[in-house]
């Protein structure tokens, strides 16, 4: 008789977390490191290419163009080919093509490359996403997506110190240092791509590092978790690119990722405006501070969202706090002051993630949500577009950020009043139990 113990199933969870998180974890760092530290590189290269403060917010913001036209169409492949095979495939390609950008001599060689790796990396994280639904139960997966989200700020841990300190310390073959920080930074997502081909495994009932037991378990698990749904709508891709709720939902996040990448690409000229004297590495190490904080802040918001099994306030919330810390930081010239406002406003970014990837799995089923997801996160990260772009826009025009901060201020304030007002599964929910207990009573 199988032998289903609370304890032998806690201990399921972890062996299952064990084998994926740490894994996919890294390579979440590999993606952000590729993807930002161009903020890093532009201490120097915005002079070797004459870039000026408009070109770098275009340049910064030109991934996310080509990550908006292909995030949908990869994860239709995801679902065609299977995660293990279609990840790697992501990995090796814009591996290849971070490479390729330590070689520009160019603004627009700069434009194209930027362009591609948006091109060569949509769909990663929507089909991380969707993969931890195939081994995670719903009441896990704020708490599993968190600790895979965390490598968004741990990748600024690690890269800030690590970019700025290349950039300082390796000129070999006289070699501008953000050459070689984009070429030592690159060459990892390429390794990444083969090990997770040899390492992932697609489905539960496909694992040899689980017992027959085990495997048994986990799969009736996810199918009673699927059933706890049936109000779950199973829609098109079309369908689900009309879809009104996927639609707020985007808008959400587009909002949310001006603000978010608005600050994250430019942070590391925000904290060298402090002094001139800063070295490129000081200047790593100060950036590395907000991110730590967030961190922490983001694993025990998630975790609280799913003890209360509450989403849309634990989306809301945090993108409060982060308007309001954003605008401090806007208004007060103290550096002390703006760096602890910024670390809170980062706290308040990070901690949002979770709980809101979790609402398109509340009102659609798993396949479904797999291509939901890659919409709202095509169309947001438009705004990993637009944050960037118009701080560069702004800054060129006044000379100074703080009005670009105020700007992004103003636009999470816009998205926290859409996710307080957001209306989906959980309210439908809490009316469907109502009636259910009415007629019971």
């Known amino acids: 008789m199988q032998d289903t113990t609370p304890l032998n199933e806690a201990a399921t969870v972890r062996k299952i977390t064990w084998h994926i998180i740490p894994f996919v974890f890294v390579l979440y760092i590999i993606s952000y490191l590729d993807r930002a530290n161009i903020g890093y590189a532009a201490l120097q290269m915005n002079k070797d290419l004459a870039l000026s403060s408009e070109a770098f917010g275009f340049v910064s913001g030109i991934f996310f163009i080509g990550y908006f036209l292909f995030e949908v169409p990869s994860n239709v492949m995801l679902n065609k080919f299977g995660a293990r ?12 093509v971070s490479v390729a950008t ?3 001599q160019t603004p627009t060689q700069l434009y194209v490359l930027r362009f591609l790796l948006g091109v060569a990396e949509a769909g990663f994280f929507p089909g991380i996403i969707v993969y931890l639904t195939y081994w995670f139960r719903a009441k896990e997966l704020a708490t599993t997506v968190a600790l895979f989200t965390a490598a968004i700020p741990v990748s600024y ?3 800030a110190p690590m970019s700025t300190w290349i950039m300082d310390n390796i000129h070999w073959l006289q070699w501008s240092g953000w050459r070689w920080m984009l070429l030592l930074e690159g060459a990892p997502a390429v390794v990444g791509g083969i090990l997770c081909y040899l390492y992932l495994t ?3 009932k496909d694992a040899k590092w689980l017992t027959e037991a085990e495997k048994a378990w986990i799969t009736e698990e996810l199918e009673r978790d699927r059933q706890a749904r049936p109000n779950a709508a199973h829609l098109g891709t079309l369908k689900v690119m009309r879809n009104p709720k996927v639609l707020y939902l985007s808008f959400i996040y587009f909002v949310y990722q001006c603000g978010s990448l608005g600050v994250g690409y430019w942070m590391p000229q925000i904290i060298k405006g402090f002094s001139a004297s800063l070295t490129h590495t000081q200047v790593g190490l100060i950036a590395m501070l907000p991110y730590l904080f967030a961190t922490i802040v983001m ?5 609280n969202s799913d003890r209360r099994n509450e989403r849309r306030l634990h989306s809301a919330i945090p993108l409060a706090v982060a308007a309001v810390a954003l605008l401090g930081a806007g208004l007060l010239s103290d550096p002390y002051i703006a760096i602890t406002l910024i670390s809170v406003s980062l706290a308040g970014l990070y901690a949002f993630k979770s709980p809101f990837w979790a609402l398109p799995t509340l009102f659609l089923t798993r396949s479904t949500a797999a291509v939901s997801i890659a919409v709202i996160n095509s169309i947001g990260n438009l ?10 826009y702004i800054k060129g025009q006044s000379h100074s950020a703080t009005t670009g901060l105020i700007f992004l201020a103003a636009l999470l304030v816009v998205s926290f009043l859409m996710t307080v007002f957001i209306r989906i599964a959980e309210t439908q929910r809490s009316d469907e139990l109502s009636k259910a207990s009415g007629q019971t009573s």
Do not use: H, K, N
């Open 299 to 303: 694993i025990f918001w998630s975790r």
């Open 85 to 96: 095979r279609w990840i790697a495939r992501i990995l090796l390609t814009w591996g290849a």
């Open 102 to 104: 330590a070689f520009v």
């Open 202 to 204: 697609d489905r539960p």
């Open 383 to 392: 705004g990993g577009f637009v944050g960037p772009f118009a701080i560069g």
């Open 157 to 159: 841990i690690i890269g």
